[in-house]
């Protein structure tokens, strides 16, 4: 699959989930499920991302969720 990078617009952690902007097209729907990381899975608005894009129920959303910078606890 392909690799895209792209910046949080925003995300809400007590609904857990958001979108993520990136240049290859429109803003991609993000769900929690789909951050890899340890512990609680959150994002920031402003946050660097890299990412994967599948099809969703409700049309293209992020998947394999890569935090590459930002300031998500224990992250640089």
Do not use: C, R, T
Request: charged fraction near 25%; glycine fraction near 14%; hydrophobic fraction near 35%.
């Amino acid at each position: 699959m392909a690799q895209y990078k792209g910046i949080v617009k925003w995300f809400n952690n007590a609904k857990g989930y958001g979108f993520i902007g990136h240049e290859d097209g429109p803003d991609v729907f993000v769900h929690y499920s789909a951050i890899q990381s340890d512990g609680f899975k959150q994002l920031k608005e402003g946050d660097e991302v890299e990412f994967e894009i599948v099809q969703g129920p409700k049309g293209p959303q992020a998947d394999a969720v890569i935090l590459v910078k930002g300031s998500a606890p224990g992250k640089a």
